[in-house]
């Protein structure tokens, strides 16, 4: 209503928006080697447990900590906290290093939230 207690009326119209191009103009070129030097933290997580606080205040030199997986069992391949793959524990000269053996669609982050995927 306006301010004089008569209807007013509103036009609506569609809105219209030019085409996506789904290519780079000509003459350009995707830059994504630019990211080859960005720095990303990998973690390969072996398992996981939980305990009560009075139990991590006894642990000692010597203690062990019984995970929730078993041995044998894939080990996570996390990226900047993203679940990407899944591989198996490798021993490369003394070191160890992770096999990997999937790539993990619709990556999570350590706490099952989806998150930008990777292709399987």
């Known amino acids: 209503m306006s301010e004089n ?3 007013r009326l509103t036009e609506i119209q569609r809105a219209e928006f030019p085409e996506v191009q789904p290519s780079l103009p000509s003459g350009q070129v995707q ?6 030097d960005v ?3 990998v973690t390969v997580e072996i398992g ?5 606080l009075k139990e991590v205040l006894g642990f000692t030199q010597g203690s062990v900590v019984e995970l929730e ?5 894939p080990v996570d391949v996390l990226i900047n906290g993203r679940l990407v793959a899944r591989g198996e524990v490798v021993v490369v000269d003394e070191n160890f290093g992770i096999r990997i053996t999937e790539i993990v669609g619709g990556a999570r982050d350590t706490n ?9």
């Open 69 to 73: 997986k078993s041995a044998g069992d």
């Open 31 to 36: 830059k994504i080697d630019l990211l080859y």
């Open 5 to 7: 207690g008569k209807e």
């Open 112 to 120: 099952g939230n989806a998150g930008q995927g990777v292709e399987s």
């Open 39 to 41: 720095p990303l933290e």
């Open 48 to 52: 996981r447990t939980r305990r009560l």
